[in-house]
């Protein structure tokens, strides 16, 4: 069972910056569908899906609220994946989950759960 672990979560203020990071406990199972991606929640509104990478690392979306500030990545070596966001933004508060399946379907449909999921770690954005 592949575990997910956040972490670097926090409070910063408007233009600040954070880094997470998802520790995996193991390498994913085989095949070239699976992807390790983040996703937030905030209160009252949708889950959304920030950014993924595909199963070598290579960044494969961008939610169009984050692009140019944040920045997915994959360290293999490490099984960790980290989200670095800058310029942060009020609007960027919310609980962020890293999780990991084989299927798109999470990144579709904002109620369709992925096979893997951390257990969150909190983004507060605020003067």
């Known amino acids: 069972q592949v575990r997910l672990v956040e972490s670097g979560g926090g409070s910063v203020q408007p233009g600040g910056s954070l880094r997470l990071s998802c520790a995996v406990s193991?390498?994913?199972?085989?095949?070239?569908?699976?992807?390790l991606g983040w996703f937030r929640q905030a209160p009252n509104k949708e889950r959304e899906g920030v950014a993924r990478?595909?199963?070598?690392?290579?960044?494969?979306y961008y939610a169009d609220s984050v692009k140019g500030r944040f920045t997915i990545s994959l360290d293999s070596a490490k099984n960790t994946l980290y989200l670095q966001m800058n310029n942060l933004k009020p609007d960027d508060t919310a609980i962020y989950y890293c999780?990991?399946?084989?299927?798109?379907?999470?990144?579709?449909?904002?109620?369709?759960?992925?096979?893997?999921w951390g257990q969150g770690t909190q983004v507060t954005v605020s003067s």
């Open positions: 193991e390498t994913l199972p085989p095949g070239p569908r699976w992807w």
């Open positions: 999780a990991a399946d084989a299927s798109l379907s999470p990144w579709i449909y904002s109620s369709a759960t992925a096979r893997y």
């Open positions: 990478v595909d199963a070598g690392g290579t960044p494969t």
